[in-house]
């Protein structure tokens, strides 16, 4: 030993990458193990592809109605080979720069499937044997597969088989009306497929505050997308060159044809076969129990992203990760876990932090509630994005931002704004002090912040919020 820590990183992915950056800056030795490519599924198959797929499929969407800005497109079409090709030009961008970034931290990447034993050594491929100071599973996550008569059949698929398809479908059904099944159906419907999503919960992105699920379900319908709630996919089975698709929906059958049914119903921790209680890891369920630091039963083994299954979400991830190596390296934790911005990059998009208000009523919490709508907002009219919303939740005794609801035009970047002020305990009069640059999106969470106190400059009084 050198005197340094000595940190050993199961998996490479947005929190095991981050966590390895973080170490090697506080002066720990630091060594990532990663089977397959740096940047885990959101790098690779998850988050980047996705959203790159997504830029293309919104400027196909709106050169679709571009004659009333004055721009006249004779024709479009989408070129599969290309799009994939570029959306593979990015991950590989990025997967060389984390690579690039171990490089420079002095970080040691060792390739291959690795075990943790009871004694917290570290075996990679039954080959090489690591023995650290510390130990940080950031395993991730993978498909949840629903084994319903027919769910191996060639054209089921998931979400990673998504990212890859060669060609277009003419129809597709979505089994899942969650972020992943939702940002899909906008994906392949921009790009000219038929798209039906079947979600079991009574509504689409049941996590998400109900106001702002129902103005994208209206969304949604006026672009064709059909969705069945309260649904439940029974079957599928080959029908000539297509599937047929059995579906029960408020107790009624009816069978969808399609060429490829995704299945979108959700991940779970990536835990299996990896022998964690052998070691003496406690588990709820598939995920990795862990405490407040994200340490696990096992002293100086720690647990982050997905696999502890607390928040799918690669920024909680690398957040965790943060924290895990702050506190394996003696040094004060000062991040607020717990509030974590969700968002779903459709198109309008979402943003949403802190809690819904479904949350604050079902709790018996007495909250206060500001809105300003898009169609109020200069910037959003000039990107015709005016069906959005800005809604915020305060405390009704001190005014402090509990929530923050988002649903327009950059969505998914200004819902940062709401994730601070809960964070700094910022009060709706702080929001309305701070002066918001004209004409921006940004506006409209200014005008919602006026609402909650006193009404919305740019929007008419209302009689009842």
């Known amino acids: ?116 034993k009871a004694d917290k050594s570290v075996i990679i491929d039954n080959k090489e044997t690591l023995k650290g100071d510390a130990v940080v599973l950031a395993l991730g996550s993978r498909p949840v597969v629903i084994p319903f008569a027919g769910h191996n059949l060639p054209g089921v698929i998931d979400s990673t088989e998504a990212l890859d398809l060669k060609e277009l479908p003419s129809a597709m059904v979505i089994m899942g009306g969650g972020v992943i099944g939702i940002e899909f159906a906008y994906l392949f419907n921009a790009l000219g497929v038929k798209v039906t999503i079947v979600e079991l919960q009574p509504r689409i992105l049941p996590t998400i505050d109900e106001e702002i699920t129902k103005i994208l379900q209206k969304e949604f319908t006026a672009m064709g997308i059909e969705i069945k709630t309260n649904a439940k996919l029974l079957s599928a089975q080959q029908e000539n060159h297509a599937l047929a698709v059995l579906v029960e929906e408020n107790g009624q059958t009816s069978t969808l044809s399609c060429d490829k049914l995704l299945v979108a119903v959700g991940r779970t921790p990536n835990t299996a076969g990896m022998q ?10 598939a995920a990795i129990a862990v405490d407040s630091n994200y340490m696990t039963s096992v002293r100086d083994v720690y647990a982050i992203g997905d696999c502890n299954g607390k928040i799918m979400l690669a920024h909680a991830a690398s957040a965790q990760g943060i924290d895990a190596v702050e506190h394996i390296m003696g040094h004060k934790v000062t991040r607020s876990g717990d509030i974590v911005p969700s968002c779903v990059y459709t198109f309008p998009e979402i943003g949403a932090v802190g809690q819904t208000e479904e949350q604050l009523r079902e709790a018996g919490t007495t909250y206060q509630v500001g809105r300003f709508p898009m169609a109020g907002n200069g910037k959003a009219l000039i990107e015709g994005t005016e069906s959005g919303l800005v809604k915020i939740l305060t405390g009704a005794r001190y005014g402090e931002v509990l929530g923050m609801h988002i649903i327009g035009s950059n969505a998914t970047d200004l819902i940062a704004e709401g994730t601070l002020a809960i964070s700094a305990e910022l009060t709706a009069a702080d929001l309305v002090a701070a002066i918001h640059p004209h004409p921006t999106i940004s506006e409209a969470v200014m005008e919602a912040a006026h609402d909650v106190l006193d009404g919305a400059i740019h929007w008419p009084p209302s009689r009842k919020k």
């Open 1 to 116: 030993m050198n005197g340094k820590k000595k940190m050993i990183i199961i998996g490479g992915g947005p929190g095991g990458y981050v966590a390895a950056i973080r170490a090697a800056q506080l002066g720990a030795e630091v060594h990532v193990i990663e089977e397959n490519r740096v940047g885990g599924t959101c790098l690779n198959v998850g988050c980047i592809p996705t959203k790159a797929l997504l830029h293309t499929a919104k400027i196909f969407h709106h050169l679709k109605d571009e004659e009333k800005n004055g721009l006249i497109i004779d024709s479009s079409s989408v070129d599969m080979d290309a799009l994939m090709a570029r959306k593979q030009q990015v991950v590989n961008r990025l997967v060389g720069g984390v690579e690039g970034l171990f490089k420079a931290n002095s970080i040691t990447l060792h390739k291959g499937h690795a075990v943790i």
């Open 276 to 285: 964690l209680e052998q070691s003496g890891i406690s588990m709820n369920r």
